[in-house]
Every structure is written in structure tokens, then in C-alpha cells.
């Protein structure tokens, strides 16, 4: 839980109030106080200041390096992340879309089988249905362009019902390697971070240990 500071008024002085913390959000409460209170309760505010620009600049640095590293868009929530390996386009859209070796990706990733027993099964038929992760993250083929594109409706079962997010494989020959541009849209807010990671950690890591 993100730590909450709230500033009440008085006399036209700004200082940290006393909080109460209710279910329904916060209750602020405010008293009168004299002048060696006044310097006490200034003397924190400028600590609490300096914590909070602190804290902030931290906030800051950790969002440019999540987008950095692991293309998270700066105006909307958005993945955009390119990955170049060291196989044809043939065997990266196998990979992506055959059910024997995408189970073994899993296997390969960090999550691994830690969601669940469930088995791995993948359509190759555009319409088809998948379900990935133990039955953790489960969706339909949208596009299937043999060895070019493949496009998904993509969900977590943690979701809402009825809410798919839209994911895009597009695969671009680079002589003998092959680029891999990827793009996620649609997900549910405050989801970016987390899934952002989740690509680099459970696809694209594994997926480059299965094609060494």
C-alpha cells in the first residue's frame, strides 16, 4: 500500500494532519495548537517534503526504466516491445502456435507450470480457442498468416467475464535471424506493468532458450 500524507488548513498554515483510516476512504481531522507546535509540526513538514520528492523521483526513474525496458507506452496503456532471434520465421510461428512446443516454452519460463496442471492446447485455425499457463491465460485466434502474423483476443481468467485484451506477433526476416514486433492493447488498467514483465520473463526469455 502506497504510504498517504494529508495536509489540512489552518489559519492559512499548511501542515500534516492526523489521519483516520475508514473503509470508505479517509477521514481528515485537524486541531488548534500553539506556538511551539507550530515550529514542531513545520519543522516536519519539511522532512516530509523532502521524503516525498525523494520518493517521487524514484517513482519517476522506475517508470522510465519499465519503459525502457520493457516498452510500456509513456501516454496509454500499451505494450510495444521488439525481440530479434536467432531462428527462421518458420520456427517462431511454429513455436507460437503449435501446442507440443509451446508447452515446452512454458516449461522454460520463469512462471513454468506453477499455475495449475491444466494442459496446454492450442488451435491452428483462425477462430480457434487456446488456453496457456494451466488454463491461466486463455483467448482465440484472431489472424493467422503462416510464418508472418499471428494476431489474438488475450485474456487472464482473473479478468472480468467478456474482457480480452488484443495481442500482435509480426515476424520480419533480418537475413538469417528474425525480428519479432510485438504489440498489446486493451487490458485492464493498472495492468501494464505486470504484464509487460510477464511477456519478457514467460515468452520471449523461454522462447530464446528453446531455440538455442
Known sequence: ?????????????VYPSPVKVRK????MTTTLFG??????????????????????????????LLADDYGISHTADAI??????RASRKRIYDALTDTRQFDRIIQLSKAGMSYGKKPT???????????????YIVGRHIELT?????????????????????????????????ELIFDHTGFPAGSVDHLAIGWDENYWDPLKKYLT
Open 1 to 13: 500500500m502506497r504510504p498517504v500524507i494529508v495536509f489540512s488548513e489552518c489559519g492559512g498554515i
Open 24 to 27: 470508505r476512504g479517509l477521514h
Open 35 to 64: 506556538r511551539r507546535d507550530f515550529f514542531l509540526r513545520l519543522t516536519a513538514i519539511f522532512s516530509v517534503l523532502s521524503a516525498r520528492t525523494a520518493i517521487g523521483a524514484v517513482r519517476i526513474r522506475l517508470a522510465a
Open 80 to 85: 510495444h516491445q521488439e525481440v530479434v532471434f
Open 121 to 135: 492446447d492450442i488451435s491452428r485455425q483462425v477462430g480457434g480457442a487456446f488456453s496457456l499457463f494451466g488454463g
Open 146 to 178: 503462416p510464418n508472418e502474423r499471428v494476431v489474438q483476443a488475450w485474456r487472464e481468467i482473473s479478468w472480468k467475464p467478456g474482457i480480452y485484451s488484443l495481442v500482435k506477433f509480426e515476424l520480419v526476416e533480418q537475413g538469417a535471424n528474425t
